[in-house]
């Protein structure tokens, strides 16, 4: 009885972080701070929107040296352009256009430019 639970188990726990995993979108991103300021607001947009919508960290900062997860849901899988915009506390902004976020994995904002790889 023991071992058929430890199966049962076992085989439940390799279903569950199989569908954990299959839950990622191509689209998610991890954006990096390297540009020496918190970064108070980032907001992510498809590219033919006028409307950046809401500010993604909410009430969090993204402080010099950090990195956040950004994950998608709710876009059709064609959707692949983005804007980005990324704010400090001054006022500053750094703005991506167009960004392909089907081949992009990673986007650093530094104190000059903003940049995706």
């Known amino acids: 009885m023991r071992k058929t639970l430890a199966v049962v188990l076992a085989l439940t726990l390799m279903l569950l972080a199989g569908v954990a995993l299959g839950a990622a979108d191509k689209r998610d991103i991890t954006v ?47 959707d692949c352009h983005f804007d ?15 960004l392909n976020l089907c081949e992009v994995s990673t986007v650093t904002i530094t104190s000059k430019q903003i940049k995706a790889k």
């Open 32 to 78: 990096v701070n390297k540009s020496g300021e918190s970064i108070t607001e980032i907001y992510i947009a498809l590219a033919r929107e006028d409307n950046w919508g809401e500010d993604v960290l909410g009430e969090d900062v993204l402080e010099n040296g950090e990195s956040v997860n950004i994950h998608f849901s709710g876009y059709k899988k064609t």
């Open 84 to 98: 980005l915009l990324a704010k400090n506390e001054d006022g500053d902004e750094w703005q991506l256009n167009n």
